[in-house]
């Protein structure tokens, strides 16, 4: 584990909200899953701003991965993370089956998705290196860390565009929703 995922799990652990996401799912036993996105950079944009822990974050993005690609398969996962937990968790925890994302993505957003092999190749896809970060609670209480542009980005508080992709169609409402909420936050266009 490299100094700033050390520093990332420190985070997480000190974040209550996200601990108890990553505990619950854990006990789940879905495939290769992963918590992502917002829950977990918005952590780390608190512990550098000085915010409290769970500012800001509105949801918990979930991604597993099933090759069982039907609508039953993921709703029955969607409906037993709902029922693990308690409300305000229930309604803010978002589950989506990795495997499944090609089949919606361009209807929802306008532009082609290859299928995955796995969670952590959707990381790749994200709008910004900022975003692409991922953890998940190990059997062992470790919190595994995916991020494949690194992590420099989520700490220097910047958000640019993904190296790897067209400029997302959401890219300004995403700035302006988290600019909102962190105007420490450097946008490089």
Known sequence: MTD???RLADIVRGDPGLMH??????GLGLNDW??????????????????PAGYGIRDYDL???DPDVSWD??????????????PPFREMV??????????????RFGEP??????????????????FAVGVRLEADDTISVAAPFGLEDVFSLT?????????????????????ARWPELRVIE
């Open 4 to 6: 700033p995922e050390r």
């Open 21 to 26: 996401v990553l505990t619950t799912v854990r």
């Open 34 to 51: 992963r918590v992502f996105s917002g829950a977990v950079y918005q952590s780390v944009w608190n512990a550098v701003t000085g915010r």
């Open 63 to 65: 991604g597993y991965f």
């Open 73 to 86: 398969a993921e709703d029955a996962v969607i409906k037993r993370a709902a029922a693990a937990f308690e």
């Open 94 to 107: 978002e589950v989506r089956n990795q495997a499944r994302v090609h089949l919606w993505f361009e209807g």
């Open 113 to 130: 998705y290859e299928p995955l092999g796995g969670t952590d190749e959707a990381l790749a896809r994200f709008v910004a290196p900022a």
């Open 159 to 179: 958000i640019r565009p993904n190296p790897q992709r067209p400029l997302a169609r959401g890219w300004g409402k995403a700035v302006t929703s988290a600019t």
